[in-house]
């Protein structure tokens, strides 16, 4: 079993910047997919970024350039660095693991099998 708990946003003016943690506890983490998605008010959870045991990574094409995605096994903890943010990056931000190994896209909800509650992360104009 895989406990994920996020932590690090907040209020932000837009071009601002948030680095979002996600602590995981269980013996796992290192062999895990880790992925980012978010969910804004009355819109479906939406896809971030991932990464994988080796440290690949891949991102939703709107976020690309401005988000990066890094893990440390060693403290069993992923992060999300959010850089020029936006209004419409407004949403609540929720960490998710793969059992261990899983290959395949990791791109949506399904393929993850553990999730934090979330973090809200809010962007003022």
């Known amino acids: 079993q895989v406990q994920l708990v996020e932590s690090g946003g907040g209020l932000v003016q837009a071009g601002g910047s948030l680095r979002l943690s996600c602590a995981a506890s269980g013996r796992t983490f290192s062999s895990a997919a880790m992925g980012w998605f978010r969910q804004a008010p009355g819109k479906e959870r939406e896809f971030v970024a991932t990464?994988?045991?080796?440290?690949?990574?891949y991102y939703a094409i709107s976020m690309k350039g401005r988000f990066t995605i890094s893990r440390d096994n060693a403290e069993n903890t992923v992060y999300l660095q959010m850089i020029n943010l936006k209004p419409e990056d407004t949403a609540v931000y929720y960490c998710a693991a793969t059992a261990p190994y899983r290959v395949g896209r990791k791109d949506y909800t399904d393929a993850y099998d553990y999730w934090g509650q979330g973090t809200q992360v809010t962007v003022s104009s």
């Open positions: 990464i994988n045991w080796s440290g690949n990574t």
